[in-house]
Each structure stands twice: as structure tokens, then as C-alpha cells.
């Protein structure tokens, strides 16, 4: 461990969180060790709203790189800081902004929905951002009659217009850790534990989420588990969620599916797994890494996250 590192980093980040009043908003894909010391955990919608809502003077947020800019987008006034910045999504990097705009002047007539996990420069040109927990709602707040395109998830924008039964321009991203899901896997899981059920994030492709008993966001995945009389559950996420899961239901069997390759650790975010309690104690000691945002940006940015918001 770095010299300067203090042997009680918990106890550190905790001195430092009161003195710089921050705020400590994690991700339910976030090390259990963070989780732990977060103010809040939770999905998209709810981080996002907990950094709207926040008094502090500081978000430290433990999440990946969008959502630290949603953060700064719906709280300008706050300092956000990420414990690395180079955590970044998948989603995100497959959909720059000045391809998003050339699919738009090829549909002109229609309205893009896009899914949070994007670049402010994204979202600004977006007429309504959506997460996995409130995407439906979005699309069908439109008349049956417009034209939508969905980026970037083409997985989450299949798994929607199937619901709501109105097609929609796909924009092909998909995430790096839901694809990589093993479908044979999973019956395999299924027929070793009868009377379990199949949990799914919307991210994943469309033949698991076909055969799954339940999908939605991270948190409505968790709630199934709570609520839910099984007693066991495969689940098809990113594994960080199982700490919560086990936590708030300690007698369920939790099985989290693995990825192509059993041996490697695939089912697991890269980039959420970039932030360690190293990183957050230095980002509170020294301020940085700091997410700054131009004015210009953030006011587009705002919109139609505003408008997604509105909904409720
Ligand atoms: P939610 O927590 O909003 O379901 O999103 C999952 C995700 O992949 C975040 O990057
Ligand atoms: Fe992006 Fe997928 Fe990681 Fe979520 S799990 S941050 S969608 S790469």
C-alpha cells in the first residue's frame, strides 16, 4: 500500500467526508467494501436523483464516468469528484455524439430517447433521456404516432419496443458485461436448481432476456429477490448487486451468472471496478479528480433530463 496512505482508510474517509461535508453516492455495481461506506446506493434513476436532491458541497461518486456527469448536469453548483476518471462505459464510448447527430438528419421526423448511459454531448442532443427503470414509461409518453430512435442499448431499446410494441431506430451499442452472458449457462444453472428464477438486467441480449422469469433495472432486480417467495436465483448482472441481494435476503441462494469463459472475471464491469477506497480517500484528501462541465453543454445536457424527470 502507498506510504501515504493512512492504515485506517475507512476511518479517513469518514474524517474527510465531514470535513469537506461530501456526500458518498455508489452504485449498486460498486466493490462491497464501497457500498459499505457510501451515504446511498442505487440504480441510475435513484443516483441521479440523490445528487439532484443533495445539501453537501461535495459528491463523491462511486459509479462510472456518465453518471458523475449527470451528477454535475442536474447540480451545477456541487464539486463532483470520481475516484477515477477513467471509468467509463461501453455503452457510452459507442455512441459519439457526431455519429448520433448523422442518424438523426437521416430520421428527421423522429424524437431520440436515449438511454443514460451516455455522454453529456449525447444527451444535449437528445429530446428525452430514459434509465433501464423508467424506459417504458418514456417511450410510451410519446403519441403512438412518432417516429423514435433508442440509443445507445440496442438490447434495452429491443427489450422496450417489444413491450410496448412499437418499433423503434436501434442504435447498435450494447454493454461489454451483459453480452457477455452464457445462455447455455444459465439453462444449465436452471435445470441444477429447479423452482429457481432467472433474474435480468434489460442490458442483456434478447434470448436471455426471453427466457428470464423477471428483468429490470438493478434495483427492481433486488426487490424481486426480497419480495419474491423462491429461495433461489440466477442472476444476470453485473455481480457487484448480490452484496445488497444477500444482505437484505440472507436465507436466499444468489447465483450469479458467469460470463463465455467461467475463469475469467467477465461478468464484472471493468470500468465500475476501477474505484478502490484508495482512490476515494485521495479524490477527498486532494479534490480530484474533479468532473468539470461547460456551461453551454450542461444546459443542453439538462433538458431532456429535466423532461425525463417530469415524468416522475
Ligand atoms: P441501472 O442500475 O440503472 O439498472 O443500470 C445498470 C448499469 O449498467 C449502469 O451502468
Ligand atoms: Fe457500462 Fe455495462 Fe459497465 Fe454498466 S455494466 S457501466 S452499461 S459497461
Known amino acids: 500500500m502507498d506510504a501515504q496512505l493512512p492504515t485506517d482508510l475507512l476511518g479517513a474517509i469518514d474524517q474527510l467526508r465531514k470535513e469537506r ?8 455495481y460498486q466493490e462491497p467494501d464501497i457500498q459499505d461506506v457510501a451515504d446511498f446506493i442505487g440504480d441510475s434513476l435513484q443516483l441521479a436523483r440523490a445528487a439532484q436532491g443533495t445539501k ?25 469528484l ?13 455512441c459519439p455524439a457526431p455519429m448520433l447527430a448523422r ?4 430520421y428527421p421526423d423522429h424524437k431520440v430517447v436515449s438511454y443514460i448511459n451516455c455522454s453529456a454531448a449525447v444527451k444535449a442532443i437528445s ?25 445507445p442499448d440496442r438490447n434495452l431499446g429491443a427489450y422496450i419496443a417489444k413491450q410496448t410494441g412499437r418499433p423503434m431506430q ?26 429457481s428464477k432467472i ?37 444476470a448482472t453485473e455481480p457487484g448487486i448480490l452484496h445488497q441481494m444477500a444482505k437484505s435476503s440472507p436465507d ?17 464491469c471493468p470500468h465500475m471496478k476501477r474505484n478502490t477506497l484508495e482512490k476515494m480517500y485521495l479524490a477527498l484528501r486532494d479534490m480530484k479528480p474533479e468532473l468539470v462541465m461547460g456551461e453551454e453543454l450542461r444546459l443542453a445536457a439538462l433538458k431532456p433530463l429535466e423532461a425525463m424527470l417530469a415524468l416522475g
Not at 82 to 94: K, N, Q, T, W
Not at 170 to 195: A, D, S, Y
Open 127 to 151: 429530446d428525452i433521456i430514459c434509465t433501464s427503470s423508467n424506459a417504458e414509461r418514456v417511450v410510451r409518453s410519446f403519441p403512438a404516432d412518432q417516429p423514435l430512435i433508442f440509443a
Open 199 to 235: 433474474i435480468a438486467h434489460p442490458e442483456c441480449e434478447p434470448s436471455l432476456l426471453e427466457k428470464a422469469d423477471f428483468v429490470g433495472s438493478t434495483s427492481a432486480l433486488l426487490d424481486f429477490v426480497v419480495k419474491s417467495p423462491a429461495t433461489t436465483f440466477i442472476v
Open 21 to 28: 461535508n461530501a456526500v458518498i453516492l455508489a452504485h449498486y
Open 82 to 94: 470520481i475516484p477515477d476518471m477513467a471509468a467509463g462505459c461501453s455503452l457510452a464510448d459507442a
Open 252 to 268: 436466499k441462494l444468489l447465483i450469479p451468472l458467469p460470463g463465455m469463459d467461467e475463469n475469467c472475471a467477465c461478468n464484472e
Open 56 to 80: 453537501a458541497d461535495v459528491i463523491l461518486f462511486c459509479g462510472v464516468h456518465f453518471m458523475a456527469e449527470t451528477a454535475k448536469i442536474l447540480n451545477p453548483t456541487r464539486t463532483v
Open 103 to 106: 442518424m438523426k438528419a437521416r
Open 170 to 195: 436501434l442504435w447498435p451499442g450494447t454493454c461489454m458485461v451483459h453480452e457477455t452472458f452464457n445462455e447455455r449457462k444459465m439453462i444449465e444453472l436452471q435445470v441444477r436448481h429447479p423452482g
